[in-house]
Structure formats: C-alpha cells, structure tokens
C-alpha cells in the first residue's frame, strides 16, 4: 500500500533551518510528483511546492522562492524540504502528499510540526 | 491568484441530513477542482478529483458537481465520522490554492 512517512517534530530558533524528509512506499518513486503543503496551527492549507521526483525539477510557490529547497533522493525513495530563515509565523504542520496525476493530492504523509520558538 | 472561497465555513446538522458545500473559484479554473476533508489532528484525505470523480475507497454519499467557477460538495446522508473539515483546491493555474475551510459539526 502507499505510504509517506514523515520525519519527527522539529523545534528551531528564529533565524535557523529546517529539513523534512518523506519516505514514500508501495509505489513507483519516481512516478509521481512529490508536493508539499503546510497547515499554520488552526488554519487552512497552504501550497508550497512540488518536486518532479524523476527529474528533481522543482517548482515552488513565489512566496517560498529563495527559502525552500525541494531534493529527492531516488536511491532511498526520499524527498525532502529544507525551509530557512524561520520566522514564528513558519509554526506549522508540514505535509508531503504524492500527486495523482494533475496537482490532486492521493496520499499524504502524517505531517511533521515544526515550531519556531526561541 | 485564484481565490477560493467556501461557503458557509461552519455548519451543523443532523446525522442523515444532506449537506452542501459551495466553493467560489475568482476566475474560471475549468475542471481542476479537488476536494478534501480533514480529521482533528490527521492529514487530508482526497475526496474527489476533476470537480466530480469519486476517489477510491470513497464513501457513495460524497458527490461533487460544478463548473467554471462554482462548485458544490454534496453529503446526500451524513454520517458521525463526517464530522471534520473540508477543504476544495484548484489546480488549474500556479500557484494552488485552497479553500478556507468548512468546518462540520454533527448536532
């Protein structure tokens, strides 16, 4: 069955970085986009990126331009999103999700709390 | 950015009752409509694809329908493990966007 499984919960200080990793399963890797997706505590759902997860070729969302870095490693069947410079306001449930076929999300990862706190 | 609204973003009913959800696309985003729901604490869950496809392993009771820029998610019969949040996106124009939310609570 396909799986995501996330990296653990993360706590960082204002000014640092971040990477989570999501381990997919019980499909092809790189058959499928990887997209990212973060939830601010009792807010909605906000896209940041995607990864071709055959090619690596990102795109991310403007507003994550220059402070989210979007890796793959096909070896392990890994994707990654390393986000710097962390402000409070980066405080959020972060998600992986594979694209099923256009940009709607079929499976996700169990989400990785990353909080920001000094 | 296409803005999505959802309408109402709370409601409460009864277990049985046939629940609609309406989202607003800004522009028209053709059929790259998606729709979600989301438990406390857990990941969403896709619900339907291309406005009205039902994912597997979805519910009969979950329907979708809509075109250019309204669309609705029907709940004919709702159920105690209804009870969360829903959310619809749009992937038709960078960047995705997603609904505000419509929180579902059972009387």
């Known amino acids: 069955q396909v799986q995501l499984v996330q990296s653990g919960a993360e706590v960082k200080k204002p000014g640092a970085s971040v990477t989570v990793s999501c381990k997919a399963s019980g499909y092809t890797f790189t058959g499928h986009y990887v997209y990212w997706v973060r939830q601010a505590p009792g807010q909605g759902l906000e896209w940041m990126g995607w990864i071709n997860a055959n090619s690596g070729v990102t795109e991310l969302a403007q507003k994550f331009q220059g402070r989210v870095t979007m890796t793959r490693d096909t070896s392990i069947s890994t994707a990654y999103m390393e986000l710097s410079g962390l402000t409070y306001d980066d405080t959020a449930v972060y998600y992986c999700?594979?694209?099923?076929?256009?940009?709607?999300?079929?499976?996700w990862g169990q989400g990785t709390l990353v909080t920001v706190s000094s | 950015d296409i803005q999505l609204t959802q309408s109402p973003s709370f409601l409460s009913a009864y277990v049985g009752d046939r629940v609609t959800i309406t989202c607003r696309a800004s522009q028209g985003i053709h059929s790259y409509l998606a729709w979600y729901q989301q438990r406390p604490g857990k990941a969403p869950k896709l619900l339907i694809f291309?406005?009205?496809t039902l994912q597997s392993g979805v519910p009969s009771r979950f329907s979708g329908s809509g075109s250019g820029t309204e669309f609705t998610l029907t709940i004919s019969s709702l159920q105690p493990e209804d009870f969360a949040t829903y959310y619809c996106q749009q992937f038709s124009i960078y960047p995705l966007t997603f609904g505000g939310g419509t929180k579902v609570e059972i009387k």
């Open positions: 999700a594979r694209d099923r076929r256009d940009g709607d999300l079929d499976y």
């Open positions: 291309a406005v009205s």
